[in-house]
């Protein structure tokens, strides 16, 4: 396998975002599933729901965790949150009726309970193109012994649940869980740890570190039947089939707490708007998951209003701070500027407005 991935650039991300024809109705537009949040984490859900409906989905289905527990602290419950903060959503949907759904932001496997488990396994298994995120990982990366006995009686292959095409979004840490799962041994001896001091940009050990990522996503897409999108300052995708792309490094202000719940909102929107092609070729995940990692970087630069042609790498102080759902909101500008359907104006994004 090769470890030299293409980069992703906005002319190739163009193609992949679905602008409406007088055509289109909601439901042609792209008809999203979202199963996510949790009693301890409503927010999560909130940030994804606000980032596909600013993506541009037809008609959102929100459906909520079935949990035992209540909500503490007198918070409301994740659909209610839902509701208060995007009230177009459809809240309460089986399975049906959903080109794609997005599981798993904003929940704790440790928390999750059976029927709760159940839901996310019959989505796994329903053969519709899926977003893995956070909590649900554990499950398209259920262990390599518990894979491997479940493979020999047919009941659970390497992917776990897994039957439809699925991107899986785990960010570092998630991701050597997931490796340790499937294989049972440590990450590759150069992958960039966590307590490694920082390698200079464009030096050989950045490079070294950059090809160990690309290899261990490769492999481990190959081995659960998924694309990896692996979030980092570079985001790298790879699919099963061998495909690597990388988008990056986007801005630094990005690293902040519930942005990679608005990356999935992002995927899932993009997903259900080309649902059909995805499940005659789940290879075209990677250049929608691309496409949706560079469009959050562009949310992210507009709402911080630093530059959006990737001027602004690693160690630059341009921009100020965003929060998760500044990003979110900057989407539909972003969306335009990508897109060709919208002149980018340079003092309004100076001053912060999209
Ligand atoms: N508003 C809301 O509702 C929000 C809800 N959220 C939800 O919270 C849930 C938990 O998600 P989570 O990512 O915070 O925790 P978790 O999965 O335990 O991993 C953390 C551990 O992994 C490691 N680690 C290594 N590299 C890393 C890296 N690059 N980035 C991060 N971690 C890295 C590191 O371990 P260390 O290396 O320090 O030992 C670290 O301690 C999830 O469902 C999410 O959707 C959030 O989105 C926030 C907003
Ligand atoms: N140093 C960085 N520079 C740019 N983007 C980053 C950096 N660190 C993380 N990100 C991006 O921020 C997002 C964080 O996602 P994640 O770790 O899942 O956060 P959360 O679980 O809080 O939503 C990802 O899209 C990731 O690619």
């Known amino acids: 396998m090769s470890g030299v ?4 650039s906005s002319e190739r991300a163009r193609g992949w975002l679905r602008v409406p024809g007088p055509r289109d109705d909601k439901y042609r537009r792209g008809v999203l599933g979202m199963r996510t949040g949790s009693a301890r984490y409503p927010g999560a859900a909130v940030l994804g729901v606000t980032a596909a409906w600013r ?31 995007r009230p177009e959503t459809v809240i309460g949907a089986g399975t049906d009726g959903c080109a794609a759904w997005v599981i798993g932001s904003g929940t704790d496997p440790a928390e999750r309970g059976e029927a709760e488990r159940a839901a996310l396994v019959e989505l ?10 956070a ?48 294989f049972g041994s ?23 570190a950059e090809t160990a990522r690309a290899e261990a996503a490769l492999r481990l897409a190959a081995r659960i039947g998924a694309t990896v999108l692996l979030k980092g300052s570079r985001t790298l995708l790879a ?19 519930g942005t990679g719940d608005v990356l999935a909102g992002i995927l899932g929107a993009l997903l259900a708007a080309h649902a059909d092609a995805v499940r005659e070729d789940p290879e075209l995940l990677a250049p929608i998951g691309a496409t949706a990692a560079l469009l959050h970087d562009a949310a992210a630069r507009r709402a911080s209003g630093c530059p959006e042609d990737g001027s602004a790498a690693e160690g630059t102080t ?35 407005k999209p």
């Open 5 to 8: 991935p293409v980069t992703w």
């Open 135 to 182: 909590g649900a990982l554990d499950l398209v990366a259920p262990g390599a012994e518990r894979g491997a006995d479940a493979a020999r009686d047919g009941s659970l292959g390497a992917g776990g649940a897994l039957r439809g095409p699925a991107i899986v979004t785990p960010h570092a840490g998630e991701f050597a869980r997931m490796w340790d799962t499937t």
């Open 55 to 85: 993506t541009g989905v037809g008609l959102l289905r929100y459906a909520p965790p079935r949990e035992e527990r209540l909500p503490p602290h007198g918070l409301p419950s994740p659909a209610a949150a839902v509701l208060a903060a």
């Open 186 to 208: 440590p990450l590759p001896e150069a992958w960039p740890g966590r307590d490694a001091p920082a390698a200079e940009p464009g030096s050989a050990r950045e490079a070294e």
């Open 318 to 352: 341009a921009g100020r701070p965003v929060t998760a759902l500044d990003v979110a909101e900057a989407i539909p500008h972003a969306c335009a500027a990508l897109a060709g359907t919208a002149e980018t104006d340079p003092a309004a994004r100076a001053a912060g």
């Open 239 to 257: 699919s099963p089939g061998g495909t690597l792309l990388a988008c990056g490094p986007a801005t630094p202000w990005l690293a902040t707490a």
């Open 124 to 133: 796994l298994g329903s053969g519709s193109p899926i977003v893995v995120d």
